[in-house]
């Protein structure tokens, strides 16, 4: 059993940034997929990044991508989002997830563990 907990969002001014970061415990982090989802009001949950297991592979949606950065740190047990260049689209609630599927993870089903979120607010 993955535990998973989101930290760094917060309000921000379009065209700013933020990182957020997960933190991972109770199994083997780097046997993971590591992905960011995030919610709207309203809206379904979409995905955003993922990071395979090493660290070596990265994917993006096409709105987040030139502007958002995923990372991950093994010996840490931590996954990151850098995001610059905020939009007021962008605003939502994130959310980190671990998968064990080996392939392009990019869909909810597809995931085995979800954190709880982080509110990201970006005003105009």
């Known amino acids: 059993q993955v535990q998973l907990a989101e930290s760094g969002g917060g309000l921000v001014q379009s065209g700013g940034s933020l990182r957020l970061s997960c933190a991972a415990s109770?199994?083997?982090?780097?046997?993971?997929?590591m992905g960011w989802f995030r919610q709207a009001p309203g809206q379904e949950r979409e995905f955003v990044a993922l990071i395979s297991w090493s660290g070596g592979s990265t994917y993006y949606s096409d709105s987040v991508k030139g502007r958002f950065t995923i990372s991950r740190e093994n010996a840490k047990n931590a996954v990151y989002l850098q995001m610059n260049s905020l939009k007021p689209e962008d605003t939502a609630v994130y959310f980190c997830?671990?998968?064990?599927?080996?392939?392009?993870?990019?869909?909810?089903?597809?995931?085995?563990?979800w954190g709880q979120g982080t509110q990201v607010t970006v005003s105009s």
């Open positions: 109770g199994g083997t982090f780097s046997s993971y997929g």
């Open positions: 997830a671990a998968t064990r599927f080996t392939g392009w993870a990019m869909k909810r089903y597809e995931y085995d563990y």
